[in-house]
């Protein structure tokens, strides 16, 4: 039992007890020849991946009552399970082939119940060893677009946008964002930590004034532009891939729980923030051309196919007195917030807490480049937000960074 909370921890020896105690879980496995295999490597949850004899598979995930990276000494509300399996509510209106299937919450155990993915790879760990997943970078810049259109008031009635923007209010999801990604990079603070070797390169970034009065205007928006139920956390740690024919990629969403009503900007930014991290690595390990090609070109992917797909619901929108000009100038506007939160979901992944592997496991002189690299990046991304008109503009500058650490 927790000290933090009265609902029992699953374990893997009590999860097949709890599965039977779920009657529309048990029809699922065969409980009696289940195989269970805790798999959670992030920073808050349990994950359990069941298997039976039969090869029928399950998945459940719940959270504890603390973060899991930092231990006991920092509580968190289980709750936050309530908030992922919203968004898995909404997806399966709105997309639901790009999320696992949902086999329901049990509110009292803060246990979610889902798709098995274990024949699926995360797309962080594909990037970092180099493989080439076509098509994946545009399913998410669709799966955006749909969530966004199918939750906001582009698809909703107001009574209903503004209903269901109060039921998702996250404040403690939103607050680890506030300060973990927003805050405590631009200062000295003891989540904060960073390869040897860089420290003048953390300091120019946090002695920079106006990069940080930028940092707080972004950050003003993400607490106060509710556009639409965002995921909050779309990294590519967040996306499962599995190869198709043809050398496509299919992906599903998953780790929702930090999804709240925010800045649509905020999830493609994520996204282009973590596409700089493996592009970083690429150059440090001198990957070949054609990989480093490919991912020079995920910006563009994800946003062409984010406009492409909203543009194609725009028809059926619920305001009509919105106009085909009022999309382009919004679309406009997102862009450029998009630059902005890549920028600084970038910079929290090698100076604050919970840093990600594409960095971590280089070797020590080509993980100190490769952080230079991206900070350096991610700051003009920040600076330079309103003057970057394209995608293919943002991994062009993190190429000339590199370039010039080279000289």
């Keep these: 039992m927790s000290s933090h909370a009265s609902y029992e921890v699953l374990t893997v020896a009590t999860v097949p007890t709890y599965i039977r105690s779920r009657p529309a879980l048990a029809r699922l496995v065969d409980t009696a020849t289940l195989s269970v295999r805790e798999v959670g490597d992030?920073?808050?949850?349990?994950?359990?991946?069941?298997?039976?004899?039969?090869?029928?598979?399950?998945?459940?995930?719940?959270?504890?009552?603390?973060?899991?990276?930092?231990?006991?000494?920092?509580?968190?509300?289980p709750a936050r399970s309530a908030a992922e399996a919203r968004s898995l509510d909404a997806a399966l209106s709105a997309c639901p082939e790009l999320v696992p299937g949902f086999h329901g919450f049990d509110p009292k155990r803060f246990v979610i119940a889902m798709e098995n993915l274990s024949e699926w790879t995360v797309w962080r760990a594909a990037l970092n060893a180099g493989e080439i997943h076509r098509g994946v970078a545009g399913t998410m810049g669709e799966y955006v677009a749909r969530m966004c259109f199918a939750t906001s008031l582009f698809g909703l009635q107001p009574e209903a946008a503004h209903l269901r923007a109060a039921e998702a209010v996250n404040p403690e999801l939103c607050r680890i964002t506030e300060d973990v990604v927003f805050t405590e990079p631009y200062l000295e603070h003891e989540h904060n930590s960073y390869a040897s070797g860089i420290a003048s390169e953390v300091e120019r970034l946090q002695r920079d004034e106006r990069l940080v009065a930028e940092v707080g205007a972004l950050k003003y928006r993400f607490m106060t532009d509710g556009q639409a139920l965002i995921h909050g956390d779309l990294h590519t740690g967040s996306i499962m891939v599995r190869r198709e024919e043809a050398d496509r990629g299919s992906a599903k969403v998953i780790d929702g729980e930090f999804c709240f009503y925010g800045p649509v900007g905020?999830?493609?930014?994520?996204?282009?923030?973590?596409?700089?991290?493996?592009?970083?690595?690429?150059?440090?390990?001198?990957?070949?051309?054609?990989?480093?090609?490919?991912?020079?070109?995920?910006?563009?992917?994800?946003?062409?196919?984010f406009c492409a797909a909203l543009r194609a619901l725009w028809p059926s929108r619920a305001e009509r007195f919105l106009s085909d000009g009022f999309l382009e100038s919004w679309l406009e506007g997102v862009w450029h917030d998009a630059v902005g939160y890549a920028g600084c979901k970038a910079i929290r992944r090698i100076i604050g807490l919970a840093k990600v592997s594409d960095i971590q496991t280089l070797p020590p002189e080509e993980h100190r480049w490769a952080a230079a690299v991206v900070l350096r990046t991610a700051s003009r991304w920040i600076a330079e937000r309103n003057a970057i008109g394209t995608p293919d503009g943002l991994l062009a500058i993190a190429r000339e960074t590199a370039m010039d650490l080279e000289r």
């Design 42 to 77: 992030g920073n808050l949850n349990l994950v359990f991946v069941c298997r039976d004899a039969k090869g029928r598979g399950l998945c459940l995930k719940q959270a504890l009552p603390y973060v899991r990276i930092v231990g006991e000494s920092w509580p968190l509300t």
């Design 266 to 305: 905020f999830d493609l930014g994520a996204l282009a923030g973590n596409y700089l991290l493996a592009y970083a690595r690429g150059l440090a390990l001198r990957r070949p051309a054609g990989f480093l090609s490919w991912v020079e070109g995920l910006p563009r992917e994800t946003w062409d196919a």
